[in-house]
Every structure is written in C-alpha cells, then in structure tokens.
C-alpha cells in the first residue's frame, strides 16, 4: 500500500522542456507538451531506440533483482509512469517489495497515485526530490526502506544529465555509501564515445532547449562503479545486458549498461 500521500503539486512550467517529458514523448507517452515534442522531433531516430532500450534494460535489471531476492528498490529520475513500472515488475516476483520513486519534475508528482499502487503485501511511495540533494533523498527514504538490509539503488538515463561540474561522481558515492553490502547500482549512460556525431547532435539539441547534457565514455562509466563488484556482462550496451533469460534483439546502442553488488567489507 501507499506510505503517504503526495502534497499538492506546483503548477508545471509547460514553456521549457523538461527530460521526463521529452522521454515520455520519446517512448510514445501522452504526458508532454509541445515543448517537449519539438524537442524529441528534432532528435535523431536513434534517441527513441536509446528510450526504448533503456526501458527494456530496466525491465530485465529489476526482474533479475528480484529472482535474486532483492526487496528493496530506490528508484532517482523516475520519469512519468509507463506501464510496466519497477514496483510491478518486481512485485510479480516478490509481492512484499517496498519501492521508493523519486523525481524532481512537477509533472511526475501529478501522476503518483500511478506508481503509489503497490500489491497488498507491498509499499510504494513517492518523494519530490532531487538527486543532486542526495541527503534528503536518503532522509526521505529511510522513512520506507530498512537501509540495514539490501537495496537496488537504480539510476537509470539520470546521470547524462549532471554535467561534471556537478559532481555526479560524488552523488553516486554518496548514495552508494549508504547502502548495505548485498545491494545493488544499477546503472544506464548515454555514450560519448560509441557515436561521436550522434552524442554530439542529441546534446547540442538539448543545449538549445536549455537542458545540459554530460555524456561519458565508457571509462568514465565504469568509475561510477568503482569499489563494487559488477554482476555479468558486466558494463555493456543496454541491448546486451541479460542473465537469466534468451537474449535479448542484437541491435546498435549508444547506451552504456550495467548492475554491481556492494560487496561485504574487505570484499572487492
């Protein structure tokens, strides 16, 4: 069941593009605005695959989580809900999941009676949030999540959006850090270094539209994971990402994939 309920919702700036918005426009949702479709469409066809397939990674990723036993998700950058969303793939496998979504676009908290319908044995919830506020996101979630037990951290197409300057490298250390040894990074990046040309037009069309981007090779990836020990393929294409299951579709991507464990200490 729900933890609480969410406040009432800001007004939505609908004269600026918003990434969930756009996203949602990539992915075929309804929940976006001219605004954001002029952004999407001037995007190269690439960028709907790339939506698609970090959609597909997420579903696999949390699926095997929750084979794994993992009951625990915090999900930061949520987007507008598309069906299937995290808490009802996971609580198909394990009904008493709790999952924390946050997000920081206005637009999402308007649809969070969506996500806030948990199975019976579960909980969800929703916090307003942002994740270069990693502290209040923790606080918030603690309210929900048992963080001496494992939990999922996911992060998923979130992290393009944090610019160095930002110090996403420190967010995710500090978000990791609070984990228990057993939980999970699970992770997808867009890539500067798989299509130079195309990375280079989808940033500069967001630029336009006054969203920075921070795309990352695949080294500067793999250092989100530092200290953790990455579970099979390791860091990989979205498409390729896979375990348990036939694999998926080989097709091009320009996004990085991957899940890591939080190892016990003196693991590494």
Not at 197 to 206: G, I, K, M, N, S
């Amino acid at each position: 069941m729900p933890t609480g309920t969410p406040p009432t919702p800001p007004r939505t700036d609908t004269s600026r593009a918003q990434p969930a918005r756009v996203y949602d426009w990539l992915l075929g949702g309804k929940d976006n605005y001219p605004v954001d479709e002029a952004v999407g469409r001037k995007l190269p066809p690439q960028a709907k695959d790339a939506a698609r397939q970090n959609r597909a990674f997420m579903h696999r990723a949390a699926a095997w989580l929750a084979d794994q036993g993992v009951d625990q998700f915090l999900d930061i950058g949520t987007g507008i809900p598309t069906e299937p969303n995290l808490h009802q793939i996971v609580q198909r496998v394990v009904p008493e999941a709790r999952i924390v979504y946050v997000d920081n676009d206005p637009i999402v908290l308007r649809h969070a009676e969506a996500l806030l319908v948990s199975s019976p044995e579960g909980s969800t919830d929703y916090v307003q949030a942002d994740v270069r506020d990693p502290a209040a996101i923790l606080r918030h979630a603690r309210d929900v999540l048992d963080f001496s037990r494992p939990v999922a951290l996911s992060l998923i197409a979130l992290l393009h959006f944090l610019p160095d300057d930002q110090d996403p490298q420190g967010i995710v250390r500090e978000l990791v850090d609070a984990l228990a040894p057993g939980s999970h990074l699970v992770l997808s990046h867009a890539a500067s270094d798989l299509h130079a040309d195309l990375a280079r037009q989808v940033t500069e069309e967001y630029a336009r539209a006054g969203i920075r981007l921070g795309f990352r090779t695949r080294a500067e990836v793999a250092r989100f994971f530092d200290g953790l020990d990455l579970v099979e393929p390791g860091l990989v294409t979205a498409p390729e990402w896979f375990r348990d299951e036939p694999a998926p579709p080989a097709e091009d991507s320009g996004i990085y994939a991957g899940v890591a464990r939080v190892p016990a200490g003196g693991e590494s």
